[in-house]
C-alpha cells in the first residue's frame, strides 16, 4: 500500500510585480501556515518518506515550512521541473517514477492541477484546495508505476488546511 499526500504551496507574495512567477515567494501568511501544517502533519503520524517539490519559490519554501512543523530534514525534498506548469497526465508521470522503497509521498506543487488530481483520484468533490491544503490518500498499489491505474479507486483519508478549525486549538 501506498499513500499520497498532495499539498498546494502556501500563500504566496503578489508585492513584487516585476518577479517571474517562479520567483514568487511566500507572504507573512504562507510562513506562518507552512509549518503548522508540518505540525498537523506530525501529530497525525502522516510524515512522508519524501517530498517531490516544484522549483517555484513559494512552492520551496512551503515545502521546507512543512519539514520544520514535523521536525524532520528538509534533506527528503527533492526538486522536480515537471510539477511546474504541468497537466494532471504530468503529476501522474512524475509520482509514477517515484522508487518503491518510498511509501509515503508528499507532492507540493500548484492550482489547478493539484485540485484537479485530487478529484480525479477519488470522488472526494473537492472544489479548491486553498492554499498550504494537504488531501491524503491510500493507494492499492504495490508499486508507484500503477498511479494512473487507481483512478478513481483511491481511498480519501483526509483534506486539512490552515483555516480549519482543530480540537484544542
Known amino acids: 500500500m501506498k499513500q499520497l499526500l498532495i499539498c498546494r504551496h ?3 507574495s503578489w508585492k513584487d510585480p516585476k518577479l517571474a512567477d517562479i520567483d514568487r515567494p511566500l507572504n507573512k501568511r504562507g510562513k506562518r501556515d507552512a509549518p ?3 505540525e498537523r502533519l506530525g501529530q497525525s503520524g502522516m510524515v512522508p518518506d519524501l517530498i517531490i517539490c516544484s522549483p517555484a519559490k513559494r512552492a520551496r519554501k512551503t515545502a521546507s515550512g512543512l519539514c520544520r512543523g514535523m521536525q524532520m530534514c528538509s534533506d527528503v525534498i527533492k526538486i522536480k521541473k515537471a510539477i511546474y506548469d504541468t497537466t494532471i497526465n504530468g503529476l501522474l508521470d512524475v ?9 509515503r509521498l508528499l ?3 500548484h492550482n489547478n492541477e493539484l485540485t484537479d ?3 480525479l483520484l477519488a470522488p472526494v468533490n473537492i472544489y479548491n484546495v486553498p492554499t498550504c491544503g494537504i488531501v491524503g490518500f491510500q493507494l492499492n498499489l ?6 494512473s491505474q487507481v483512478p478513481p479507486g483511491a481511498e480519501f483519508l483526509f483534506f486539512d488546511y490552515p483555516k480549519k478549525q482543530h480540537d484544542g486549538r
Do not use: C, F, P
Open 117 to 119: 488530481l485530487v478529484n
Open 142 to 147: 504495490d508499486s508507484w508505476e500503477k498511479v
Open 107 to 109: 507532492l507540493v506543487g
Open 36 to 38: 503548522i501544517m508540518g
Open 95 to 103: 509520482i509514477s517514477r517515484t522508487s518503491n522503497r518510498y511509501q
Open 10 to 12: 502556501a500563500k504566496s
